[in-house]
């Protein structure tokens, strides 16, 4: 003879499980998420700026990579901004320190490190 399982306590360990590592991805992505999105950003706006730096002095482009940091809320100092320029490109690094809650308590440090070089016609 078969029996039958009730309905009732259908909701077990499994889904508590669940349930716990679906509130901590979103925690993290909830700590992380706008950190990354803002390096994402600021990558391509170096990018974009080591392209169209053809006619303009280093400083000048160091201060832009600047405002920009400073618009995405970046911990980005205009130490840690190097500008290299020569009559055929251009190469903008930048190297900071970004760090979020990982855990209640608990920071995570994690060094960004943004090279690019832009060949200039």
Do not use: C
Not at 23 to 41: S, T
């Amino acid at each position: 003879m078969k029996k039958f399982r009730s309905e009732r306590g259908g909701a077990g360990v499994g889904l508590l499980i669940a349930v716990v590592v679906f509130l901590f991805v979103a925690y993290e992505a909830k700590q992380f998420g706008p950190h990354v999105v803002a390096q994402f950003q600021f990558e391509d706006a170096v990018v974009e700026i080591a392209k169209f730096s053809r006619n303009k002095p280093a400083a000048t482009v160091q201060g832009e990579v600047l405002a920009k940091a400073t618009e995405l809320s970046l911990p980005v100092t205009r130490d840690m901004i190097k500008v290299s320029r020569q009559p055929t490109n251009t190469r903008i690094e930048v190297r900071y320190d970004q760090e979020a809650a990982w855990l209640p308590g608990k920071p995570y440090k994690w060094t960004v490190q943004v090279e690019t070089e832009s060949v200039l016609f």
